[in-house]
């Protein structure tokens, strides 16, 4: 009886602390229900009802279901529930209905949702298929279209790239194909420039609060929050060229892609290092290759050229794209010699590479696509408009072909003589160099360049490095590129030439290519680090200065950052933008934090922020460094 009675008196006094839930739909009492087949009708329930029902917990709902899509993308619980018919039915309500949206936390529901539609459509067809049917595609464009903002334009365009990503989908997409390829065209070129002028150059207190806190999820300061919004921006863009990719590999509106203007953007998108799983750019380059439209518009982009033939000799994850890209314009006839004139002498510099990352004989296939005719120039029948091309294709025939079939020819007497010869020219080089006479010491290194048997591929190797060093105090960067990436090439991909590597970083920089200098930076540090093997290296202070002051010039809103100092009237105050007819119009958001409910993961003060600038974050960015000077990776051979 005594037992009973405490029972009793424990159950009175949890239930006066836990009051029992009054909803019926309650979507948190049904996530604890145990017997599955009442769990499933009462969240069936739930999303049936909740884009009907005016209720402050539909965020914490929201970022529940959230939670659970990015964990468990592949559970077929939710969506075989409901979930995307009531995800969508939400994003229009928030799209349609604006004193809705503004009220207590609404607004951050259509982020949410977006989000869980992309996240259970990321693998699963069948999902997929699902989505579609639950006609989630409507509002996922009126999101794309900049109803709300940016940030759920990124979302938008995220969940879109994955329907399109899967055949069975992607002609529900193509429904709308010209207005979604304009819309993500304008997206990826404009996304940068919107962040920057809405967020990132907009001051603290004038934020927009709801997105500092889905960026941070209401924990971080100002340096976290900003790094994060560079994340997004990124993301945005190399989203957009995804979703514009997906309709590029099927060759659809290829004449609306390949825009002239576009094009010159696209070749500078590279997602940078917050955002370097993705092609970028390159990616939907490479795609357009495959199409004749694509190949002839890309040919007659002198820009595009230009932005392939320097990543294609750079230490760029994507060097194997852009050598891709250049090969298949020249393999065309009809865009060969407008090609070649510009990209044979970047690829003359190639034809000895083996292998990159896991292609072999890359060098060999350059090769052949620059010789595929040469005949015809050797002889007289073709003249191309540049005459450092023709040079280029004939020293390539010298050492591709000719020099081959001298030396096997050579007997084993003469090769040794010859080895004896070069090592007394490299000396005497070296001798000139460091007496001061560049100019006849690249002379000596030129000779022995020509005289130095092909096999002999190390000695090669260190004399190209040699001699693009003496171009390098000769003030000659294309010199010194084309030097040191045959130098590279010489050597193994898994072991690079580091003295080379940053002896064209150092000439990329004299060019004012910060990209591709950054690039052979951090590649030149990781094998310094490699070869070191201990916990204590540290990174040379020259080598750190070059990377800060690359990352400062490849941040991803450095563009935009140096015209606002000239144009500062135009960066906006953060808004929620309202689609016009023509253009977007702007409302502005109306911050309710004394709205806040109990229990909110909003609930609490306003996170204390950092107020350091831009260029100590940058400037942790390279380590601890110690002090060896420059002239250390300056030495000869």
Known sequence: MESQSQKKSLDRINSVQEPACTNPSCFFCTMNEQDPSLRKAKLARCFKEMPLRDDQEHVL????????????????EFPSLGVFDCMGKLILRAVNDKEWLLRDQNIYIPYYAAHVIGSYTMNK?????????????????ELLRGKISWVEQRVAVRSLGHLASHARTFEAIAEHEVEIIKLAMEIACNCIKTVYRRFIGVKDSKRVKYHSDLLTTGLGDLEIENRKAEEWASQLQCWSLHLLNCFA???RSLNLICNKHFLKELGGMWGGLANCASPGGIGCIRTLCNFKTGRESLANSKEVIEILCNISRSSDDWQCLAIDCLL?????????YIVINTAALSLADLVELRSLNERKKVGEAVTQALLQDYHKIKYGDLKLSSQDA?????????????????????????????????GMLKQEGNKKFWSGHIEKAVTRYTKALDLCPSKMRKERLVLYSNRAQGYLLLNNPEAVISDTTRALCLSTTANPHRKSLWRRAQAYDMKGLAKESLMDCLMFINGRMKAEKTKTAKIPYFAARMIHKQMNATWLFATVAKSKDKHEAEVEKPKVLEHGEDQCQVTEIRERNDSVPDGSFMEGERRSRSKQGRSRQRKDAAGHCCRIGSSRCSEMC
């Open 249 to 251: 590999c099927k060759g």
């Open 328 to 336: 298949l314009l020249l393999k065309d006839t009809d865009t060969r």
């Open 390 to 422: 023709e040079r280029a294709l004939k020293e390539t025939w010298d050492l591709m072909v000719e020099r081959r079939k001298r030396e096997e020819l050579m007997s084993e007497e003469e090769l040794k003589k010859r080895k004896n010869l070069v």
């Open 61 to 76: 709902v929201l970022r529940g279901i959230w939670n659970i899509a990015m964990t468990q993308p592949d559970d077929p």
């Open 125 to 141: 067809v069948q999902f997929a298929e699902k989505a579609v049917k639950s006609n989630v595609v409507l509002p996922l464009i």
